[in-house]
């Protein structure tokens, strides 16, 4: 992007865009997202910029940083906080510390509603599962002074772009806890198969048991486990 109060310019030269706007390269693809960005086509920026990213990643690091950033922006402007958050985590989670990040970390907490989102065990979390693809959970009020939760793991692989998910799991089920540590009860589960929820701020640490027949409710190659970030209350 080429804007003076943006902090991820990107100026130079690129090569036209493929027919119909489908980008074919890094390069194409910022420039897509830029010119949809500028026009406040916030939709279409945003899967550009999303496109740049699955690109770049694991091939070009400065690359990657630059396609956060955008994708870190694009959602300031429509107005999606907790996504900007998200997309700030992987930037962190890599080791990325430019000047355009550290710029938008800043931006990100100062707009970012963080007592809306530590106020209650309900809302959306994510973890990011590569190609710009994300597994995640939600965690709902169950009508009995208690919560449920519903979570959507992903396996992005290499085609996700072409193919969607190399592999899916869904599993849900009612939360037995105090809001801050819970277990998950399912009757897609065994009792030897134990899934915990450790909440504390944005954060959801996710822990489970793997055995034989404990990721039944999974494709090959995923699972609950692993942190997850709140992005909506």
Known sequence: MNKRHISFVFAMSTPALAVGGVCDSAAQCNQAGTAAYQANRLDEAIESFERQLRR?????????E???????????????SGMARAWLEVALDNNLAGSATRHNLASVTRVLDYPALE???EGRYLR??????????VISADG????????A?????????SYGPA???????????????????????????????LREGLRLQVLEVFAPGCQDYAGM???????????QP
């Open 56 to 64: 770049v990643e694991g091939v070009d690091i400065s690359g990657l």
């Open 66 to 80: 630059l396609a956060l950033n955008n994708l870190i922006v694009v959602n300031l402007r429509a107005g999606r």
């Open 119 to 121: 106020a209650s065990p």
């Open 128 to 137: 990011y599962a590569g190609q710009a693809a994300w597994s995640e959970v």
């Open 144 to 151: 009995q002074g208690g919560y449920h939760a519903s979570f």
């Open 153 to 161: 793991a992903v396996r992005a692989g290499q085609q996700y772009e």
């Open 167 to 197: 592999a899916i799991g869904e599993l849900q089920g009612r939360l037995r806890g105090d809001a801050r540590q819970m277990r998950l009860e399912s009757a897609d589960l065994s009792d030897d198969c134990a899934v915990q929820l």
């Open 221 to 231: 190659g995923i699972s609950l486990a692993g942190s997850y970030l709140k992005v």
